[in-house]
Structure formats: C-alpha cells, structure tokens
C-alpha cells in the first residue's frame, strides 16, 4: 500500500487565522483526496485534488475556504482559511493507488488534528 | 441525503464471539464496497472490500456477505479479539466518480 504522511501531525489555532496541511506520498498516484472527520463522526469528502488543475470540491465546500493544491503526483496541501471553532477537525488526506494487486484500493493518512479556540 | 446508512452504532461483544456490523446503500451505481478500521488518533486502514459481482469474500478471520437485490453488505469478525476493539466504517463507491461515500460507523468494543 501507498504510505501517506501529513503536517502537521495536529495544531492548535486561533480564530481568524490559516492553517495549510501537507500530504506527501512514497509513490505517484492518480487521485488524491481530502476528507474531513469532525469528533466522533464519519468522513465527509471535502474535494478531490487534481494534478494541474483545480480541486473539485463537494457540495458545501468552496475553494475560498479550503484552497487545494497539487502540484505533482505525491503532494498535496490543504489549507483551512479565516478559521472558526467549527472548523475544528481532523483533516485526512487519501489516495488511490494503483500499485496494489487488488487495483484501485484507497488509503488515508495518519489525519491532521485541528483544535480552533 | 445519507447513501449509506450503517448499523448498530456501538457493539459490545465478548473475546471469542462474533461481530457484526451493517450497511445499506441506495444507490445501485455503487459497485465497490469496502470496510475500514480506525483506532483513535490514527487514519482509517482498508480492511476488505468485495464487489456486487460475489456474495461473500473471506479474509482470516474478517468476511463481508453482500446481498445485491436487498442493497445491503455485512461485516463478520470471527473469534473477535480485544485487539479488534476500533471505530468499523463500512462505504461505497461508484464506477468512475472514484470518492468514497462513507456510512457512520459503529464503535465495537470487544471485551476480554
């Protein structure tokens, strides 16, 4: 399977302020993803993030509030914007990698703890 | 709309017994449905998955019944371990949208 690292393993941010999260991978992959899990609650795909081109984000989610970006094949960045205590998250990247015998399996991060005041 | 809705949302089961856990799904696009284990503090860790074209795939002690006609898909865990004790997530996916759907999860604790 594809080994995934993010940064910051967890912060602690202030209202108002930003936060970008990185995601590097050990090996090229075709799509890339970030999903949010708020406590205690299941994942929800904020955007799929394209090589080259802009993230396609889901409904309720908006580039100016989680701008994506992928500059190549193993790396991505999230950033959180103008954040709120209702931000408060863990932010996890994933991939899908095509290098597994079984073929187009997905695969998350460690996650990225985020705890707005 | 919740696509997928999973069930019971906490089990408590004892060393040795069985653990099952239950999805449904609404939409009959989805053709790719895997399981995924996640113990605190850690990112979710692909379990099994199996595809509407079988009834039921095995991995050790882990096996997923699916059942296309009623929409619904299963996880048994044989002879459940207290290393077992996690957060399951069951999902679905559909042909080329490539994204996960995920259902709510149920935290299964296993006792010694």
């Known amino acids: 399977s594809a080994v995934i690292s993010q940064k910051p393993s967890r912060d602690i941010c202030q209202r108002g302020t930003s936060l970008t999260i990185q995601c590097q991978v050990d090996s090229q992959v075709t799509m890339m993803f970030w999903y949010r899990q708020q406590p205690g609650q299941s994942l929800t795909l904020i955007a799929t993030a394209n090589q080259g081109s802009e993230a396609t984000y889901e409904s309720g989610f908006v580039i100016d509030k989680f701008p994506i970006s992928r500059p190549n094949l193993t790396f991505s960045t999230l950033t959180v914007s103008n954040m709120s205590p209702e931000d408060s998250s863990i932010y996890l990247c994933?991939?899908?990698?095509?290098?597994?015998?079984?073929?187009?399996?997905?695969?998350f991060g460690p996650g990225t703890r985020l705890t707005v005041l | 709309q919740q696509q997928v809705k999973q069930s019971p949302q906490s089990l408590i089961v004892q060393k040795g017994g069985i653990s099952i856990i239950n999805c449904a799904y609404e939409?009959?696009?989805?053709?790719?449905f895997p399981w995924y284990q996640q113990f605190p503090g850690k990112g979710p860790a692909l379990l099994i998955a199996i595809r509407p074209d079988v009834s039921e795939k095995k991995e050790g002690r882990f096996t997923i019944s699916f059942n296309k006609s009623a929409k619904q898909f299963s996880l048994h865990i044989m002879d459940s371990q207290p290393g077992d004790s996690a957060t399951y997530f069951c999902a679905a996916r559909k042909g080329s949208a490539r994204q996960l759907t995920f259902g709510s999860g149920t935290q299964l604790t296993v006792l010694p």
């Open positions: 939409n009959t696009a989805f053709d790719y």
């Open positions: 994933s991939v899908e990698s095509l290098r597994t015998p079984k073929g187009n399996e997905q695969f």
